[in-house]
Every structure is written in structure tokens, then in C-alpha cells.
T-cell receptor, first 115, second 111 residues
Framework: DTGVSQDPRHKITKRGQNVTFRCDPI?????LYWYRQTLGQGPEFLTY????????KSRLLSDRFSAERPKGSFSTLEIQRTEQGDSAMYLC?????????????FGQGTRLTVV | EDQVTQSPEALRLQEGESSSLNCSYT??????LFWYRQDPGKGPEFLFT???AGEEKEKERLKATLTKKESFLHITAPKPEDSATYLC????????????FGRGTSLIVHP
């Protein structure tokens, strides 16, 4: 399968625990995005990498959230001290470079439930 | 601030009943408008990219069109398997070309 891969698909955690999600983008894609989606809403942008550089972060991304993309390959998104409001689908997407803006391809997402 | 608004929020159709979904945007310097399909519990699946007013793209029963202020996704003779949420996203210039999404239109096609 050469698509975007996310792991785990589902995560249930207790409030206050830390969680980490992984995203493996399409191999030739150097752009990687993290989004969060809640029920009935469109995906909301969290952060963006070009290769290993984190170029942009949303105001939605509190200090409890951190993302990395070592060596410009896979990426991880960590949430520390989870809160019930963090419950959502976390989506990763990747795209090719290009000033014209190319389409982003999404993974299947990680569904986080904080109890 | 750039905005993407999709309408209607929800749409119920009978099988074979054609209709259109709307995506209106207020952005400065559009660098691509994207349509995605999203099934429950899954990530969005890419459908189309449109770049300039007047452009049209087709795939099976779906046709996407673009004007300077909005895009339409026309669904011709839909089938129950077309039931999904359809998302629109726009990309604007300025550094990172990050796609900004609307809230989507939930489409249900009844047999």
C-alpha cells in the first residue's frame, strides 16, 4: 500500500495521560500536514512540515501538542496531559512540493477518545 | 480572513435525483480548490483539483466546476454508494499553501 499510513487507528486514554500518533506519508511527498476533525466539522489545520522543518503551527495547537518529523520521513504528534476536549479524529496528509499547490492525500486517521 | 462555506449542510436525494453542492470562498489569490469525499470514520479521499475560473473536472457521476467566487459539485443520477460527506478546501498563496476546509455537505442517497 503506497498511501498515507497512520497508527494507531483508535486510541482510548484516560484524562491526563500522554499519547503519541504516527504518520507515514507517501514516500516522495515532502509536505506533511496534521489536521484535527470533530463530528460535523471539516478538518482543522494543526501543523505543517516541509521535509523535516516545521514551518507553520495553528493557534489551535496548544503547548500540550508537539509534532516532529525527524529526517523528513515519518511524523509523530504527541499530546501531553490529555483533556476530554482533545477527543477527535487526528488526520495526517501529505503532498508533493509545488508553488501551484498540489492536492493533499490523507491517511485513515487516528480516532482519539479521552475518558 | 479567508473563508470557505459549504451548502447545504445536509442533502437527502432519491436514487437518480441529480443535484449540486456549493462551495463558496472568500480568499485572495486562489491557488487551487479541492474536493474530497469522506466516508464515516475514514480520512478524506481526494476527488478533484480546480485552479482557474471556468475549469471543469469529471469523474463518473461527479462533475466539479469553478467560478471566481464559488465551486459546484454536480452529482448526476446518484446512487446510494455516493452517500458520504463532501468536503471542499482552498489553498492560498503565502508561505505554506495550507489547504483550508469547509464544514462539508452530508449527502444521503436513498434507494
Amino acid at each position: 500500500d503506497t498511501g498515507v499510513s497512520q497508527d494507531p487507528r483508535h486510541k482510548i486514554t484516560k484524562r491526563g495521560q500522554n499519547v503519541t500518533f504516527r504518520c507515514d506519508p507517501i514516500s516522495e511527498h515532502n509536505r506533511l500536514y496534521w489536521y484535527r476533525q470533530t463530528l460535523g466539522q471539516g478538518p482543522e489545520f494543526l501543523t505543517y512540515f516541509q521535509n523535516e522543518a516545521q514551518l507553520e503551527k495553528s493557534r489551535l495547537l496548544s503547548d500540550r501538542f508537539s509534532a516532529e518529523r525527524p529526517k523528513g520521513s515519518f511524523s509523530t504528534l504527541e499530546i501531553q496531559r490529555t483533556e476530554q476536549g482533545d477527543s477527535a479524529m487526528y488526520l495526517c496528509a501529505s503532498s508533493l512540493p509545488g508553488t501551484g499547490g498540489t492536492e493533499a492525500f490523507f491517511g485513515q486517521g487516528t480516532r482519539l477518545t479521552v475518558v | 480572513e479567508d473563508q470557505v462555506t459549504q451548502s447545504p449542510e445536509a442533502l437527502r436525494l432519491q436514487e437518480g435525483e441529480s443535484s449540486s453542492l456549493n462551495c463558496s470562498y472568500t480568499v485572495s489569490g486562489l491557488r487551487g480548490l479541492f474536493w474530497y469525499r469522506q466516508d464515516p470514520g475514514k480520512g478524506p479521499e481526494f476527488l478533484f483539483t480546480l485552479y482557474s475560473a471556468g475549469e471543469e473536472k469529471e469523474k463518473e457521476r461527479l462533475k466539479a466546476t469553478l467560478t471566481k467566487k464559488e465551486s459546484f459539485l454536480h452529482i448526476t443520477a446518484p446512487k446510494p454508494e455516493d452517500s458520504a460527506t463532501y468536503l471542499c478546501a482552498v489553498r492560498t498563496p503565502g508561505g505554506s499553501y495550507i489547504p483550508t476546509f469547509g464544514r462539508g455537505t452530508s449527502l444521503i442517497v436513498h434507494p
